[in-house]
């Protein structure tokens, strides 16, 4: 049986850098430093990012992920049926995305994310048309 540790998620937010102008086209060179894994989980990872700007498109086709805001605030759009739902998170908040379901996120001034995200991960610098 692997061995249990924990994991400072304070600790963790300390290492990484802050992402200023994170846009759909950011490298994944350009976010060095600014995202990390804490642990492996199920088929994913909890992942951890801190950042401003916007996000590509993104989903995952084998399970619901879990958006959760450690600090300040994101705008998590979902594209459902062809609309883009915006839901507004702020500090302490969370966010399950269904599986399967496009989503980006718009920053505007930093935050703190962690998310247990399953694998693998699809992505799209265009909105995706057959949401």
């Not at 086709?61 to 759009?77: A, H, P, Q, W």
């Amino acid at each position: 049986m692997p061995k249990a540790t924990p994991i400072s998620i304070e600790a963790a937010f300390e290492r990484l850098k802050f992402l200023a102008n994170r846009t759909p086209e950011t490298s994944d060179e350009e976010a060095e430093g600014a995202f990390a894994m804490l642990s492996e989980y199920r088929d994913g990872a909890v992942f951890i990012g801190h950042y401003a700007g916007n996000s590509k498109w993104e989903r995952h086709s084998n399970g619901d992920e879990i958006v959760f805001v450690v600090e300040g605030e994101t705008t998590l759009i979902l594209l459902v049926g062809g609309k883009e739902i915006p839901n507004t998170l702020g500090q302490g908040e969370l966010l399950v995305v269904p599986k399967n379901t496009w989503h980006r996120f718009e920053t505007s001034k930093a935050v703190k994310i962690m998310s247990v995200t399953p694998q693998p991960t699809d992505h799209s610098i265009e909105r995706p048309d057959n949401a």
